[in-house]
T-cell receptor, first 114, second 112 residues
Framework: EPEVTQTPSHQVTQMGQEVILRCVPISNHLYFYWYRQILGQKVEFLVSFYNNEISEKSEIFDDQFSVERPDGSNFTLKIRSTKLEDSAMYFC????????????FGPGTRLTVL | KQEVTQIPAALSVPEGENLVLNCSFTDSAIYNLQWFRQDPGKGLTSLLLIQSSQREQTSGRLNASLDKSSGRSTLYIAASQPGDSATYLCATNSGGYQKVTFGTGTKLQVIP
């Protein structure tokens, strides 16, 4: 069964460093998402992406964040200058169509900022 | 702004019991509602998706209902098993149709 994959599973970085989190969505899906979950808190929407552009973003997704689909399979989340409060689990998700189909989530990347 | 709440926050039941998890949302103008399961330190597994025009969906021992007008959804788990122990999340797709709002989750423990 097709699945969303994410790499790395765990990333440790120093405050102020740039990180890139990678995702490979399910191949026939057209809509891509990033979420984060701070330990013990709710899953929070960050951004959605369709047709090579951001379709919606939350107030969390400020200028420090960017997303890209550099080729036909990868979907990346970049954090330019990490802060301690960026430490969280980051989930990628994809779906075929925004309202009628399920979102499928990857296993997540645990980001630890020291 | 959509707010999604789940009650109870935690639930412990003996194996074999039927149980109901609750999800409420403030904005009834949703496109769909999805139930997920999250195991500790893991990603989210989709359980059921209910479209706004539907009243319920079933998958195996799981049955989810949706009452848009009252802003409520329930997840019914029949004959619970220890393997059902996990955190259950509901999420609505509303407002900008791309945006999904998650609930606070119910942590379920099924005791053998």
């Amino acid at each position: 069964e097709p699945e969303v994959t994410q790499t790395p599973s765990h990333q440790v970085t120093q405050m102020g460093q740039e990180v890139i989190l990678r995702c490979v969505p399910i191949s026939n899906h057209l809509y891509f998402y990033w979420y984060r979950q701070i330990l013990g808190q709710k899953v929070e929407f960050l951004v959605s992406f369709y047709n090579n552009e951001i379709s919606e973003k939350s107030e969390i997704f400020d200028d420090q964040f960017s997303v890209e689909r550099p080729d036909g399979s990868n979907f990346t989340l970049k954090i330019r200058s990490t802060k301690l409060e960026d430490s969280a689990m980051y989930f990628c998700a994809s779906r075929r169509e925004p309202t009628y189909n399920e979102q499928f989530f990857g296993p997540g990347t645990r980001l630890t900022v020291l | 702004k959509q707010e999604v709440t789940q009650i109870p926050a935690a639930l412990s039941v003996p194996e074999g019991e039927n149980l109901v998890l609750n999800c409420s949302f403030t904005d009834s103008a949703i496109y769909n509602l999805q139930w997920f399961r999250q195991d500790p330190g893991k990603g989210l597994t989709s359980l059921l998706l209910i479209q706004s025009s539907q009243r319920e969906q079933t998958s195996g021992r799981l049955n989810a209902s949706l009452d848009k007008s009252s802003g409520r959804s329930t997840l019914y788990i029949a004959a619970s098993q220890p393997g059902d122990s996990a955190t259950y999340l509901c999420a609505t797709n509303s407002g900008g149709y791309q945006k999904v709002t998650f609930g606070t989750g119910t942590k379920l423990q099924v005791i053998p």
